[in-house]
């Protein structure tokens, strides 16, 4: 088999809860609302114009509004509001263009760029930036009394400039000119206050120092000191926790500025952070903080309960000349103002949220630093074949050895740091279910709901980890032979227990990812294996119908491997046959090349040596069929190849067909041919 490269994770944009969608049969009224909206923000009247932009920021969560706003260039109406002479007009126009960038996706905020966003904005960010330390408030009656307008326009100002950075070269490199790190620093330091800011800018900031060199040499010792005490910060909720796991993926992606000697301390002191996140039961702190939300509620319907009784007795004390429409007006306040019921905060629904973000970050994380060189964002370089065809056919053919995949090797500072902090203890633990009592508490709570999507999420990233553990980690570390046969039996476990979940890609792919390359970690290393061919076959005939192509590679390479296995040892030739009409079926019949290619390659294996594989070969007419084969795989790469597979595809694909050809002569060699 050829090499199983570790998936190299890139922080998605931020999204609003979630746009609304548009109901059937609803009409298409939004063009009158637009118009008259942007018309509006040119009124003299702030506040005229602070409703106008705070109805465009609700109306923007609708992707579907969206055309009709750009239609009548709402980037450049809401642009220049930014630095509205009214505090409140700049921050409900910068929520109104941060939403604009999280619902619209990709091609909106190139366009934001293209119309010159990021002028107003870097000159908001550096207007808010010298004004922070004023600690300005309303000026204006707010139902949150203290409210600071510097800090909230901020907020909305750096998420903004996150998804623009997020999305468009463009932008990072104006942000790299314009010294806005210097700015959005400033901002951090607000931590041990408003720690929804600092998190805000702990975003940003990890997207902007995402493969950045030309941002590294602003990260001289006084900004190195910023993220270094907010890494060193002692609060323990799981905002907090969220904070410094982003601080610390933001550490890492400015390795490079860290001087030599201070690199292992550096490593070290990430995965601590790391290893303290993941360390957090997820499941319990959903039960955990929705009995609190349940007490906190049931106070205060008992407080409101008591206040009602008092106004009751206040007002019967009343004469009938008083005016007796207070009562009534107060009751109708209450009965239509929920938020002394239900917060706006939410804040143990946030806290609960906070600490999922925080380990699904901190595992996409661990899965970058095991990636020992930058690959494409094409997700077929994760796909395997042979780079090196004489190598391929030297040791495979003449040695019999197969070609398994020789495991990568971490740096010193990582490999000590991962032992240090139990870092592959705490992935594994994170591969389990979730919390069966915490799913319910979800699943009969409409706004914990979106929790279940999150603590999934967490378990594809823990075996995504896995996967990229086992690629970079020796037997040893991961606790040898008997610690690797007990991870088989806990993934099949995982795999066999929910047949539903057959049908979920995301954990499809992540759990076959992990397998295959447990499985080859095995072989490499001649560790016998805990799941049977049969076991293995009954998932690789399910997942092989999945519509995720890398799926579709991962099984019919776990055969591969497992097929390998078998050809070295005695009495397999019947299941060998099975595995190998498997895979000439999916070969021949594959839509993608790249499975196609995967498969053959899985082919050359488990047949490349041994007395049972020479005898299953001829039973299925390997050779003849290959050779058939072999003209129409030449025909695809010529008419498919270059319209619709990458450079590295064709380079995989390339290397496939020159080892089909040698594999063919070597299978003649040997006089297979049929009678």
């Not at 429409?325 to 906070?354: C, H, I, M, Q, Y």
């Not at 008997?482 to 057959?502: D, I, M, P, R």
Request: net charge negative; glycine share 4%.
């Amino acid at each position: 088999m050829g090499k199983s490269r570790a998936r190299r994770f890139r922080r998605a944009p931020f999204s609003p809860a979630g746009p609304e969608q548009r109901r059937d049969g609803e009409g298409d009224p939004e063009d009158e609302p637009a118009a008259e909206l942007l018309e509006k923000l040119q009124h003299p009247s702030a506040e005229v114009r602070e409703f106008a932009c705070a109805s465009i920021s609700k109306l923007l969560q609708q992707q579907h509004v969206i055309p009709a706003f750009l239609q009548r260039d709402v980037v450049r109406c809401l642009g220049p509001l930014l630095m509205d002479h009214s505090l409140a007009v700049r921050e409900t126009a910068a929520g109104a263009l941060r939403n604009l960038s999280a619902c619209g996706g990709f091609e909106v905020c190139d366009d934001m760029v293209t119309k010159d966003i990021m002028t107003p904005l870097v000159a908001l960010l550096k207007e808010c930036s010298t004004g922070l330390d004023a600690n300005q408030l309303s000026p204006k009656k707010c139902r949150v009394m203290n409210k600071n307008y510097i800090e909230d326009i901020a907020n909305e100002a750096i998420n903004l400039l996150w998804n623009v950075c997020e999305c468009n070269n463009t932008a990072v490199s104006i942000f790299n000119k314009e010294g806005c790190l210097e700015a959005v620093l400033h901002c951090m330091k607000k931590f041990s206050t408003n720690v929804d800011l600092a998190i805000s800018v702990a975003n940003c900031l990890q997207a902007v120092t995402e493969d950045n060199p030309d941002l590294l040499s602003s990260f001289n010792a006084s900004a190195q000191q910023v993220l270094e005490t907010v890494l060193l910060c002692s609060e323990s909720t799981m905002k907090h926790v969220l904070l410094r796991t982003l601080i610390a993926g933001t550490i890492w992606n400015i390795k490079d500025s860290i001087p030599p000697g201070s690199l292992g301390s550096m490593v070290n002191a990430i995965l601590k952070i790391f290893s303290e996140a993941l360390a957090i039961d997820a499941g319990e702190t959903i039960i955990h903080m929705h009995e609190a939300e349940k007490n906190r509620l049931k106070l205060a319907v008992e407080a409101e309960t008591e206040e009602n009784m008092s106004d009751v007795i206040d007002n019967s004390v009343l004469s009938e000349d008083d005016n007796m429409e207070e009562l009534p007006k107060g009751k109708v306040r209450r009965e239509n103002d929920v938020s002394d019921l239900l917060p706006f905060d939410k804040w143990e629904l946030k806290e609960v949220t906070a600490l999922l973000m925080a380990q699904q970050t901190a595992l996409e994380i661990i899965v970058n630093m095991c990636c020992t060189e930058d690959p494409s964002d094409d997700e077929w370089e994760e796909l395997s074949s042979s780079d090196e065809s004489d190598l391929f056919m030297e040791n495979s053919y003449n040695e019999g050895s197969g070609l398994l995949m020789s495991p990568l090797c971490l740096s010193d500072e990582v490999n000590s740091a991962f032992l240090n902090n139990l870092i592959p203890k705490k992935i594994l633990e994170k591969t389990a279910f979730p919390n069966s009592v915490a799913l319910d508490i979800c699943m009969r709570n409409p706004s914990w709901k979106p929790l279940i999507k999150k603590l999934n999420a967490v378990q594809c990233r823990a075996l995504t980890c896995l996967h990229s553990i086992l690629l970079v980690s020796d037997v040893d570390c991961l606790g040898g032979a008997s610690a690797l046969q007990s991870l088989a039996q806990h993934l099949s476990q995982l795999v066999f227990s929910k047949t539903e979940l057959l049908a979920d890609t995301e954990f499809l792919e992540a759990i076959t990812s992990a397998l295959r390359a447990l499985l080859q970690t095995m072989a490499s290393k001649n560790i016998s294996q805990c799941m049977s061919p049969e076991q293995l076959l009954a998932l690789c005939e399910a997942a092989i119908h999945s519509s995720n192509a890398s799926v579709r590679v991962n099984v019919v390479s776990i055969l591969g491997i497992s097929g390998s296995v078998l050809a070295k040892g005695q009495d397999t030739a019947e299941t060998l046959k099975m595995i190998g009409k498997f895979l000439l079926e999916v070969a021949m019949k594959e839509s993608s090349l790249v499975v196609a290619g995967e498969a053959l390659d899985a082919l050359f294996d488990v047949f490349a040596d041994g007395k049972e594989a020479e005898k299953a070969a001829v039973q299925i007419k390997l050779l003849p069929a290959l050779k058939e084969f072999q003209p129409v795989f030449k025909m695809r790469m010529r008419k498919e190849g270059k319209g619709q597979y990458s450079t590295d595809q064709l380079c995989v694909l390339d290397n496939v067909k020159m080892n089909l050809r040698r594999f063919i002569a070597y299978q003649e060699t040997l006089g297979k041919t049929p009678t």
